[in-house]
């Protein structure tokens, strides 16, 4: 069976030649003569160049007065003054854009705000606020004001616009005319004539832009696309991928009517909206309070990744978007370029990001990354379309799991990795985004490998992602990665040889790349094209890919055509989306231990009606604590704290922090045990502390330890309980024997000591908004709530450290080749019940053949939870055969009994190849189906060439030391000659 090679389509694309030339680098817009705002005398400007205030939008708070945030030319239909850049300093021709279609109170940032600033008695135009300091949102929100000057204010020209603080006083100094309504220019005379107002955009027909095929709303996307690129100049071009006034923007065409707000503009969406306004009645006047409004923080990918459920993942995706477009339509968020899912591999425990993931394996991580994208773009029932509700960026692309560790940083590390790992691990999750998920961007990583920094790998980027899997969108560099080919890693000598290699390596669009970079798209692309280094039409190519979004997001179009047009503030906090969240809490709760004590008749937990609680720990109180990274300060989230005083009533003798995560501090740690000694049951709450402040990643909100602060920028250095946390659960056990664990974190915890002291362990990762009454709920059994959730991450012992963190080979790591002891397995999950599992039916004997066949149909079929059946499909029963109701989720696991390769017969101990997670009652049945992929079965060699051999496997579902119902087996036997799936090391001759 061949390597299947799918089309590039945008290699294919023809557009007919624009209605219209495409403009020359001197036109200021393809618009009538008339049109542009200029400097007249004062007596030659006739009514139509009148100019009203607008005052009657409301102010920031609902107590402060009405501000002017727009200057309105005429008195009739009305025309907004725009210039072009709102949050740059560059010099940008205003233009008049028609305010039909826009809604006031919407335009609170848009780059057409003005105010008349009379202070001290200079009058002048600002764009905005004069200082980031006098906006209302806090500093770094806005840059300084945009003034408005004319190029030589002693004869008639054009106005622009330039930054206030390097304009002459006497070029901005103007009066306001109140009687004749016109602003005039103080020391000349001259007045600012708006010219014939108009529309400029592609939905209005009188806009000179509606004819052009970029508007066309029956033509494709991509075709579309080409035809705004078509008009677009060089410098424009350059412009237009990525780094334009902040993460990933693009400055738009505004003289075709495209402004920045229409262009992309990227955010992040790991386990919820990080970047929206949210929490304050000013900005969520619909629904109002601290407590509402407020996009949804789910657990972390970490935890989603230990429900094991298909189905809550392609749920909560859709739910991230559906919150994005809703924030996007009502003016709370500007993008819909949203970077996530983070579909790394978790392998070692120090990572500071290992949080964001769902795991260690490969295969986990490409289920759930198909699940979650497809429902993402298109929703949990839809189809793939033309149209998606928004744009995820899967990240990051390849091999990246280090921050800064003995010495090497993300930034210049150079990750050493051999063909045969590649292929059957840090390939895999990628290829099911790809072709099962349809993802539509990809960012690159910081790293380089075996000597090729991720954001200009032909080999990775253009030959294995587009042309083996067929991958259509658009690669965008984590932010400063292109700047680091030069400075850090040394693969190039100049800038524009940079950006040269980078597109031409595969890389589409820039992050952080704006004009002052040592080396940025926006800088340097269009000197890379003249110098010769760059053909212009590598430029076209990764346009295409990036506008192509553009267009399938609805962004040029009239925004009330959208198919997503209706999701406004109701869609936001719904009671749905908050009972999502705590489900997803729910599923997640891995039971890790549950112990009999003194003799007792039954395990610990769940806690019982009649006993009372202390409540003790650093984690006692926290809520930002439990959401995580990549989210915003002011997400509201609930205690365990508090919904134990909810749960609890009198049965909650008292609570206490006892110590802090990190420090030497025992002081409080004697309240904490008077308090235990007090109580029936002692909950202790301990942990590790997440960089939840995306805007300040890699820094720790209070200051840190080498290894009770995870985050991005900063790996562990020991997986160990940090400061007094250890010494307060052993203090609180020797007076109460029965004392419940329950650990707060991402990245996995040595905690020998601690397992055997306590006889019962909940770990609850970083549960997210609702991980409180998550916590209360599992531990009380409320409602049936019954942890379920299964360790998707091996848990080393505190030894594991000795392991140098560079070495990125598979050599005994991870549940598939670590051979030493460990606390607790991959897939390893108690429960508060007990189960079996038998066979119903079963697979003995499969070609290599008909496997080979279903490689690729695999993925297509899979990712909007389509039927698929593998040649080796099996069938089980679970049976719950305990006294209580709960989930139990079902692993299975292939194993080659005889070496598939005799040359090289290192082989993984055993692979997940299939997941179910079914919901019983005492006593109840349920069928689970399981299905065998190829890439599963498949052989990797030491060149990268992946094949199914023929061969004897045992298929296991469950194992010995993952708790839970007795493990069953069955044998496989593949026959056939060998099938190639993959070959890396053909690609590599190329």
């Known amino acids: 069976f061949d390597m299947v090679v799918l089309p590039n389509v945008f290699t294919v694309i023809t557009v007919a030649t624009p209605s219209t030339p495409p403009p020359s680098p001197f036109s200021p817009f393809p618009v009538p003569a008339g049109t542009q705002p200029t400097l007249l005398p004062c007596s030659s400007v006739s009514a139509r160049g009148r100019w009203l205030l607008?005052?009657?939008?409301?102010?920031?708070?609902?107590?402060?007065?009405?501000?002017?945030?727009?200057?309105?030319?005429?008195?009739?239909?009305?025309?907004?003054?725009?210039?072009?850049?709102?949050?740059?300093?560059?010099?940008?021709?205003?233009?008049?854009?028609?305010?039909?279609?826009?809604?006031?109170a919407t335009m609170k940032d848009r780059n057409d705000m003005f105010m008349i600033n009379t202070s001290?008695?200079?009058?002048?135009?600002?764009?905005?606020?004069?200082?980031?300091?006098?906006?209302?949102?806090?500093?770094?929100?806005?840059?300084?004001?945009?003034?408005?000057?004319?190029?030589?204010?002693?004869?008639?020209?054009?106005?622009?616009?330039?930054?206030?603080?390097?304009?002459?006083?006497?070029?901005?100094?103007?009066?306001?005319?109140?009687?004749?309504?016109?602003?005039?220019?103080?020391?000349?005379?001259?007045?600012?004539?708006?010219?014939?107002?108009?529309?400029?955009?592609?939905?209005?027909?009188?806009?000179?832009?509606?004819?052009?095929?970029?508007?066309?709303?029956?033509?494709?996307?991509?075709?579309?696309?080409?035809?705004?690129?078509?008009?677009?100049?060089?410098?424009?071009?350059?412009?237009?991928?990525g780094g334009w006034g902040g993460w990933g923007g693009s400055e738009g065409v505004p003289r075709l009517g495209v402004t920045s707000d229409m262009a992309l503009q990227s955010s992040e969406a790991l386990h919820g909206l990080a970047q929206a306004s949210c929490g304050d009645t000013t900005y969520w006047p619909e629904l109002g309070g601290n407590n509402s409004g407020c996009p949804a923080s789910f657990p972390h990918a970490l935890a989603l990744g230990s429900t094991f459920n298909r189905s809550l993942w392609g749920l909560i995706g859709d739910r991230i978007s559906t919150e994005a477009r809703a924030a996007y339509n009502t003016g709370h968020l500007k993008a819909l370029w949203l970077w996530a899912p983070d579909i790394n591999l978790f392998k070692d425990p120090r990572w500071g990001r290992g949080q964001e993931v769902p795991g260690e394996d490969p295969f986990l991580n490409g289920e759930y990354a198909m699940r979650w994208?497809?429902?993402?773009?298109?929703?949990?029932?839809?189809?793939?379309?033309?149209?998606?509700?928004?744009?995820?960026?899967?990240?990051?692309?390849?091999?990246?799991?280090?921050?800064?560790?003995?010495g090497f940083n993300r930034a210049s590390f150079n990750v050493l990795v051999s063909d045969r790992d590649q292929v059957e691990y840090y390939f895999p999750?990628?290829?099911?985004?790809?072709?099962?998920?349809?993802?539509?961007?990809?960012?690159?990583?910081?790293?380089?490998?075996?000597?090729?920094p991720s954001c200009a790998n032909d080999l990775f980027l253009?030959?294995?992602?587009?042309?083996?899997?067929?991958?259509?969108?658009?690669?965008?560099?984590?932010?400063?990665?292109?700047?680091?080919?030069?400075?850090?890693?040394?693969?190039?000598?100049?800038?524009?040889?940079?950006?040269?290699?980078?597109?031409?390596?595969?890389?589409?669009?820039?992050?952080?790349?704006?004009?002052?970079k040592l080396v940025s798209f926006v800088g340097d692309l269009a000197f890379a094209v003249e110098a010769g280094e760059l053909p212009e039409s590598a430029l076209d190519q990764s346009l295409l890919r990036l506008w192509t979004s553009v267009f399938r997001l609805g962004l040029i179009d009239d925004p009330r055509s959208s198919p997503f047009a209706q999701l406004d503030m109701t869609a936001i906090d719904t009671p749905a989306t908050r009972q999502l969240n705590l489900e997803a809490a729910l599923q997640s709760m891995v039971l890790l231990k549950n112990d009999k004590v003194n003799g007792s008749a039954r395990p610990l937990l769940p806690i019982l009606a009649a006993q009372t609680v202390a409540l003790l720990g650093p984690h006692v109180n926290s809520t930002q604590a439990m959401l995580s990274n990549y989210c915003p300060g002011h997400w509201w989230a609930v205690s365990p704290l508090e919904a134990a005083r909810e749960m609890l009533g009198e049965r909650l003798v008292g609570s206490a922090q006892g110590c802090t995560i990190e420090g030497n501090d025992t002081t409080g740690i004697n309240a904490a045990v008077e308090l235990a000694a007090k109580a029936d049951v002692a909950v202790i709450l301990v942990g590790l502390t997440p960089d939840n402040d995306a805007a300040n990643a890699g820094t720790p909100p209070v200051v840190a330890s080498e290894s009770g602060f995870e985050g991005e920028g900063h790996d562990r250095t020991n997986i160990t309980l940090q400061g007094q946390q250890e010494e307060l659960i052993r203090q609180v056990v020797a007076v109460n024997p029965r004392t419940i664990v329950v650990l707060i974190h991402g990245g996995a915890l040595a905690i020998e000591n601690v397992r055997d002291l306590v006889p019962a362990i909940l770990d609850a990762h970083y549960p997210g908004q609702q991980g409180g009454p998550a916590i209360l709920r599992t531990l009380l059994n409320i409602d049936g709530a019954a942890p379920a959730g299964r360790l998707t991450t091996t848990y080393y012992k505190a030894d594991f450290v000795q392991r140098n963190m560079t070495d990125m080979s598979l050599n005994n790591i991870t549940y598939r080749y670590y051979t030493g002891s460990t606390l607790w397995d991959f897939g390893f999950g108690e429960s508060y019940s007990t189960f079996t599992v038998e066979w119903i039916n079963v697979t003995r004997r499969v070609s290599t053949a008909d496997l080979a066949q279903m490689h690729t149909l695999y993925y297509t079929s899979r990712a909007a939870g389509k039927p698929w059946r593998s040649p080796a499909a099996y069938t089980a029963k679970v049976t719950n055969t305990g006294p209580l109701s709960s989930d139990y989720v079902v692993l299975g696991f292939l194993s080659s009994s005889s070496g598939r390769d005799k040359a090289d017969p290192h082989e993984p101990a055993k692979e997940l190849f299939d997941f179910g997670r079914v919901s019983l009652a005492p006593g109840a049945s349920a069928v689970v189906h399981f299905s065998i992929p190829p890439s599963v079965i498949s052989h990797v060699d030491k060149h990268g060439v992946e094949q199914i051999q023929a061969g004897e496997y045992t298929v296991t579902l469950g194992g010995e030391r993952l708790g839970g119902a007795v493990p069953i087996s069955s044998k496989l036997n593949v026959e056939g000659p060998d099938q190639t799936l993959f070959d890396l090391a053909s690609l590599k001759r190329k």
């Not at 030319?73 to 740059?88: E, I, K, M, R, Y």
Request: hydrophobic share 35%.
């Open 462 to 516: 253009n030959q294995v992602l587009r042309t083996q899997w067929g991958f259509q969108g658009a690669v965008v560099s984590d932010c400063g990665a292109i700047q680091n080919i030069l400075s850090e890693h040394h693969y190039t000598a100049l800038p524009s040889e940079t950006v040269a290699k980078a597109v031409l390596g595969g890389c589409d669009a820039d992050c952080d790349g704006g004009e002052n």
């Open 373 to 406: 994208i497809h429902a993402f773009q298109y929703g949990v029932e839809g189809d793939e379309s033309d149209s998606i509700k928004a744009l995820p960026s899967a990240k990051h692309a390849f091999d990246y799991d280090l921050e800064d560790w003995g």
């Open 54 to 104: 607008q005052t009657a939008v409301p102010a920031h708070s609902p107590t402060d007065p009405p501000t002017t945030i727009l200057v309105i030319a005429g008195l009739g239909n009305g025309t907004c003054l725009s210039c072009p850049g709102n949050t740059d300093v560059s010099t940008g021709n205003c233009h008049m854009w028609g305010c039909d279609g826009l809604d006031p």
């Open 429 to 452: 999750a990628w290829r099911a985004a790809v072709q099962g998920g349809q993802v539509g961007s990809v960012m690159c990583s910081y790293n380089a490998v075996n000597g090729v």
């Open 120 to 241: 001290k008695n200079s009058p002048f135009v600002l764009h905005s606020y004069p200082t980031t300091a006098d906006h209302p949102e806090g500093p770094g929100l806005m840059s300084a004001g945009k003034c408005l000057v004319p190029v030589d204010a002693t004869e008639l020209s054009t106005v622009f616009a330039k930054d206030c603080t390097k304009v002459d006083n006497a070029n901005i100094l103007w009066d306001y005319n109140a009687s004749a309504k016109l602003l005039v220019h103080h020391k000349t005379g001259l007045c600012l004539d708006a010219g014939t107002p108009f529309s400029l955009n592609c939905w209005t027909k009188t806009s000179p832009t509606f004819t052009y095929p970029m508007c066309d709303t029956s033509l494709s996307a991509e075709q579309r696309a080409a035809d705004l690129i078509s008009r677009m100049t060089l410098t424009e071009k350059g412009h237009n991928l």
